[in-house]
């Protein structure tokens, strides 16, 4: 069974910065991307996503303020999120795009939540 573990949530002040962590472990069958999404509340949208040849994305509403990185560990994300704004309040949500032989998925974890609030 795969597991992903997020950390780092919790208050910051609105213009702090807060980093989050995600591994990824277990039976997770070959992973060729993760990426953070958030949830607040609705259907999780996607922050940022990491592919395994490097290739990032994110959504316009945290373009040059967020960053996601691998870490040395593998199956471990991060994502450095600065200048942070009340509208950044939600559930992040650690994913994982997998596939083991015929079957192609996405692993969640459970998230972790982020509050923005002076």
């Known amino acids: 069974q795969a597991r992903l573990l997020e950390s780092g949530g919790g208050l910051v002040q609105p213009g702090g910065s807060r980093r989050l962590s995600c591994v990824a472990s277990g039976d997770t069958g070959i992973i060729t991307a993760m990426a953070w999404y958030r949830q607040a509340p609705g259907e999780p949208s996607l922050v940022a996503k990491i592919t395994n040849s490097g290739g990032v994305n994110y959504s316009d509403s945290v373009k040059g303020r967020f960053t996601i990185s691998r870490g040395n560990a593998q199956n471990t994300i991060y994502l450095q999120m600065n200048n942070l704004k009340r509208e950044d309040t939600a559930v992040y949500l650690c994913?994982?795009?997998?596939?083991?032989?015929?079957?192609?998925?996405?692993?969640w974890g459970q998230g972790t939540r982020v509050t923005v609030s002076s």
């Open positions: 994913a994982a795009e997998y596939y083991k032989g015929p079957e192609v998925g996405r692993h």
